[in-house]
């Protein structure tokens, strides 16, 4: 089955900093990549996603890459604000099965 | 307009005790997921409904767990006999469409404890 491996499991950045997460995942038959994030308490929330036919895609402060070659992805986040700070999971879907990473906790400082 | 609702929010077993966990998904989302998360890890994929149809519960740990949705839309995850081991946050997500490769908006979760 497919494995998603996730980095960093932890990140601290300055508030206005850039935070970078990297993903890596098994499964060539993967295609879509979505990124949730997910605050103390509640469900995951969608907040991007990439489909194996487009490379990079950005909305706002916020853009994923995806290398399928490599089978890496990565979520990138400029200009960091204090409500940024949450657990941010990436995830590779075939179909109905949607696998995802461990998490990483994002702190901003402000 | 309303997101994905569970009940009960938090539950407490005793080891041994049948529990039944709900989910009510948007209205009309065709698609509807089971999903278990430990403490510290990702969600983990339990199972699947297109419509009143299981589709794939390969995700289900043991066959102590079972899902249903009989009319197509709330959907109940029923696990018998629990262990500690099934202590852990289950989601329920629901998506418009009849493939995972959309969104899938959560629900916020039953928090199973078991002692």
């Known amino acids: 089955g497919e494995n998603v491996e996730q980095h960093p499991s932890t990140l601290s950045v300055q508030e206005g900093d850039s935070a970078v997460i990297k993903c890596t995942y098994s499964d060539s038959a993967s295609n879509y990549f979505p990124w949730y994030k997910q605050e103390l308490g509640k469900g995951p929330q969608l907040i991007i996603d990439?489909?194996?036919?487009?490379g990079e895609k950005k909305d706002q402060r916020i853009a994923v890459t995806l290398n399928k070659t490599a089978k890496h992805f990565s979520l990138h986040i400029t200009e960091t604000q204090p409500e940024d700070s949450a657990v941010y999971f990436c995830?590779?879907?075939?179909?109905?099965?949607?696998?995802f990473g461990i998490g990483t906790k994002l702190q901003v400082i402000p | 307009g309303a997101g994905v609702s569970q009940s009960p929010r938090y539950k407490v077993a005793k080891r041994g005790q049948d529990v039944a966990l709900r989910c009510d998904p948007i209205s009309g989302h065709v698609s509807l997921f089971w999903y278990q998360q430990a403490l510290g890890q990702g969600p983990e994929f339990l199972t699947y409904f297109q419509n009143e149809a299981q589709l794939d519960k390969s995700g289900l740990p043991s066959d102590r767990f079972f899902a249903e949705r009989p009319e197509g839309s709330v959907s109940t995850l029923k696990i018998q006999r629990t262990q500690q081991e099934d202590s852990a946050v289950y989601l329920c997500a629901s998506s418009p469409v009849d493939f995972s490769t959309d969104t899938q908006y959560f629900g916020p979760g039953t928090r199973l404890t078991v002692l």
């Open positions: 995830a590779a879907a075939f179909y109905q099965k949607v696998t």
């Open positions: 990439i489909r194996s036919n487009v």
